[in-house]
């Protein structure tokens, strides 16, 4: 048996693989060193780096413990860890023995179940003291006596946190009486359950500046009317839970300017020149609206360091907010969410403020240099998070949009439909993001026997500047991504980015849509003729299509091979004027497609045709281009979480049928991610269908187009259900069963077919309504979608132009239809196989093998049996 050829040399190393190398962004002088590694599988990287736990182990990163790294002086192989399809992933995850336990210790999601010894002593002393009457007098008498040894007579601040204190024990500590002064309340962490005792008890102290009573369980159930009551109860209230009340003014500055403190709580109503001596001023996660008055360089003339970040400050303009800061000549340093209150661009704003010196961490001259608009470089990174209940296969589901990475395989004949997706071993898991990476890490297919069948994935990583022992390794998560390609909005897959802009940008969206209408148009009688008036012979008709080559039978029509002698071009391919040049076509050839066709069957253009023409319709649900609207997206998740509502998405391909690479998650890091894999739309999930016998359906509807000026459309009186095989579920593991959230099982599980007339009467019984009611309003929707095109397209419509569209619908549990999509050239094999019984329309049996015979009737010979005119 012969030994598989391999890749005996340097040389034929970089011919086989030269595209991937180019492709990967390796320095040429570093191919020798990866041929190397690559045939020994030399995985060296341990000798070179460390791993080390971070955000109190919830992440790890990624440090070099070699003296020295030079910039492309080295590269280094990564393994990877896991590799899938995403259909497939969870279900690896629960039968491949030892994955979910590395993946989740990769993660970082197994830190519940790890032991630790030394969670006991001192922590369990204390833990018994935590809710004791005595403990918290004793508090109280160490705080009385740390006031009287300043020599001050009466406390004004006191801090009360995490004592385990109850309603009833807040009442018997009567504190508006012992420290009428009171300035600043701490009872963060308590055991406050009664908002009716809180309000009582903390508006006794009128004097408050700043109270907080975060993480008390009242808060969960009553929040909004405790804040209330207690910002009408105390009126000089300037804090109150972390945020700033709209009263807030020197105090509440000079808190965070630490002026005032215990040590000095800012008792006195006169605080002039108190400010003066404020440098640094840290206002972030206020959740500030508007700056007072006291905001100004007269009160802190010497202020250089300003965080304003995570606030909306949405009641002051960019201008006016420019204008107030460019006052403040002593300021430096300036941290600000981008985009966010200052605009979208960091050029801009250093344009504006000549004087900062560095802006979010980086230096201005840096900014300038590279030409940034966005600076991320301070943002939270987002965390997994799970509940101790999870299994360890739902907690990685959860947390591997933070890790995964993707590329997709492609021979000489055809490009692979789905993405391999794949999460690299501990050390290339541990890189980070930054802005100012380090290093570089791209994936690599290493094929020793020059074939792509036998090739295997590795990731390269190379060090792209110098790097000295103990610096942080990193990588830029959107490298080659900039802003043009809605670099701030993805970067919020891994970070905590400002909600309240893409709030913003979702509300200003929404205003555009709600003033868009589209004015009704006569339907007229259809005018369009038999083409046999103009021709004295039978129609010939090319086709590259079996199902008319089967069923075309009618004698006004015959077949032929030749397209440039045919009257009808019927073609499942797209006719542009390179194909009917090659083919020898001519303008007097009628062709099954429209121009500008694109506008309804591409999923992208389909929405963007609707909602330009008419704004929101109840039957399209929300629906978003990733490529263009990711920020309006984003914005419109963040409303649904904050409203509590339903946020489950479905990810579309502009251009791919057959729920190729389809996509249902309710996680919006998995929502960015995916836009890896090509070009999308995201649209919100009907999450609540009708149902059919418990499980899901669609229904395909097919279209003649006659004319698109004025609109003439007939629906066939032959339409299907699409079932799906699985009994319905929200439950999240069934979101990746393709039979149970998706109902086109011709190319993918089994089809269970069902004759319409069936299904119909099934259906009124099983929900006690009306098919023709449903019908209606099916109508309806379609022609209003061609409409649409008619509307924003006038182009589209041709004389020489005849088609078929395939559009699908759903009903959801109001029964009222929602608009999937419109196909072209749709596969009508069910049509043609099955007979069957008009619910509306016409009487009698439609045959299956009479199907071609009524569509090429109706759009070629004016006639109108078995089928609607709409």
């Known amino acids: 048996m012969s030994t598989p050829a391999v890749i005996p040399d340097f040389d034929d190393f970089v011919n086989v693989h030269g595209i991937l190398l180019a492709s990967s962004g390796v320095p040429p002088s570093l191919y020798s060193q990866l041929f190397r590694k690559l045939s020994s599988e030399t995985f060296d990287g341990g000798n070179f780096f460390s791993v080390e736990p971070c ?93 009287k040894e300043r020599g001050v007579d009466t406390l004004t601040w006191l801090e009360l946190d995490e004592l385990g204190i109850d309603d009833e024990m807040l009442e018997s500590l009567d504190l508006s009486t012992k420290f009428p002064n009171l300035v600043a309340l701490n009872l963060w962490g308590n055991k406050l359950h009664d908002a009716e005792i809180i309000i009582r008890e903390v508006t006794k102290c009128r004097r408050l500046k700043a109270i907080w009573l975060n993480d008390n369980p009242a808060l969960q159930n009553c929040g909004e009317s405790i804040s209330k009551a207690i910002l009408d ?22 808190f965070c300017g630490g002026i005032f403190n215990e040590e000095n709580p800012g008792c006195s109503s006169d605080y002039s020149g108190l400010l003066e001596n404020i440098t640094t001023l840290d206002i972030s996660n206020r959740s500030v609206r508007d700056l007072p008055k006291d905001f100004s360089p007269v009160v802190m003339p010497y202020l250089s360091h300003l965080n304003i970040r995570g606030n909306q400050l949405d009641q002051v303009s960019v201008d006016d907010l420019l204008q107030l800061l460019r006052r403040f000549t002593s300021l430096q340093t300036l941290e600000v969410d981008i ?78 439909e789905t993405s391999v997706w794949y999460v690299m071993d501990e050390l290339g898991s541990a890189l980070r993001h930054s802005d100012d990476a380090n290093f570089r890490v791209a994936p690599f297919l290493f094929m020793p026997e020059g074939k792509l069948a036998t090739a295997v994935s590795f990731s390269v990583l190379w060090p792209t500047r110098d790097v000295h022992c103990g610096e942080e390794c990193t990588r830029d998560f959107l490298f080659g991504i900039g802003e043009d390609k809605q670099r701030s909005a993805r970067l919020t897959a891994w ?5 309240h802009y893409f709030i913003q940008e979702f509300r200003k969206y929404q205003q555009q849509l709600a003033s868009r209408c589209l004015h009704a148009t006569p339907k007229e009688v259809p005018k369009t003729r038999s083409m046999l008036q103009h021709v004295g012979h039978a129609l010939r008709v090319y086709t590259d299509i079996p199902h008319v080559e089967e069923f075309l039978t009618r004698p006004e029509f015959s077949l032929t091979t030749d397209p440039k002698n045919a009257d009808i071009i019927w073609t499942s391919t797209q006719v542009d004027p390179e194909v009917k040049k090659a083919l020898e076509l001519t303008d007097h050839q009628y062709i099954n497609q429209f121009p500008y066709e694109a506008c309804l069957v591409m999923k992208h253009h389909l929405a963007e045709t609707i909602l330009k023409a008419q704004g929101i319709q109840e039957w399209l649900q929300p629906t978003y281009n990733l490529e263009t609207q990711l920020s309006q997206l984003i914005g419109d998740y963040f409303v649904r979480k904050r409203d509590g509502l339903n946020n489950l998405w479905i990810l579309k391909p502009w251009n791919m049928a057959r ?63 699409r079932l799906a095989n699985n009994p319905y579920t929200l439950e999240k593991g069934s979101l990746f ?46 022609r209003s979608v061609f409409d649409s095109a008619a509307a924003v397209h006038p182009e589209m419509h041709s004389p020489q132009s005849r088609a078929m569209y395939g559009v699908d619908v759903m009903l959801d549990n109001s029964f009222k239809p929602k608009l999937l999509e419109v196909t072209y050239c749709p596969d009508c094999t069910r049509a043609c196989k099955y007979d069957t019984e008009a619910i509306a329309g016409s009487s009698g049996v439609i045959r299956g093998r009479d199907f071609f015979n009524i569509i090429f009737g109706c759009l070629f010979l004016g006639e109108t049996a078995n089928v609607t005119p709409l």
């Open 233 to 254: 109860g105390i009126p000089g209230l300037e804090i109150y839970n972390s945020c700033f009340t709209s009263k807030f003014g020197k105090w509440a500055l000079g």
């Open 659 to 721: 729920t190729i690479d389809t996509t249902v998650t309710g996680d919006l890091s998995a929502i960015i991610r995916l836009m890896e894999t090509g070009p999308k739309i995201c649209q919100k999930y009907i999450e609540h269908p009708a149902l059919f016998r418990g499980r899901k359906f669609d229904l395909r509807y097919i279209v003649l187009v006659r004319s698109m000026n004025p609109v003439e459309i007939f629906l066939s009186d032959v339409f299907w259900v």
């Open 339 to 416: 985009p966010g209150p200052l605009g979208n661009s960091a050029l801009h704003i250093l344009e504006s403020l000549p004087n900062l010196s560095v802006l979010n961490g980086v230096r201005a001259s840096v900014v300038a240099e590279t030409g940034k608009h966005v600076i991320d470089s301070a943002l939270q990174p987002r965390l997994p998070e799970w509940t101790p209940s999870e299994p360890l296969p739902d907690r990685v589901i959860g947390a591997m949009w933070l890790y995964l990475m993707t590329y997709r395989l492609a021979d000489e004949e055809k490009i692979d």
């Open 737 to 782: 069963e393709y039979e149970t959230h998706f109902t086109v099982m011709n190319y993918r599980g089994k089809l269970n077919h069902m004759n319409t007339p069936d299904f119909v009467k099934e259906f009124q019984e099983e929900h006690q309504v009306n098919w023709l009611m449903i019908h209606q309003g099916i109508k309806d929707m379609i």
């Open 495 to 499: 970070f905590h980015t400002p909600e």
């Open 55 to 147: 955000e109190e182990g919830r992440q790890r990163r990624l440090v070099l413990s070699a003296d020295f790294l030079a910039k492309e002086s080295d590269v280094f192989l990564i393994d990877h860890a896991w590799s899938f399809r995403l259909s497939d992933a969870l279900q690896q995850l629960r039968e491949v023995p030892g994955l979910a336990e590395r993946m989740a210790a990769l993660m970082c999601v197994d830190l519940d179940l790890k032991t630790n010894g030394e969670a006991s002593g001192p922590e369990t002393q204390e833990q018994a003291k935590s809710g004791s009457l005595d403990n918290v007098l004793e508090v109280l008498s160490k705080e009385v006596d740390k006031v």
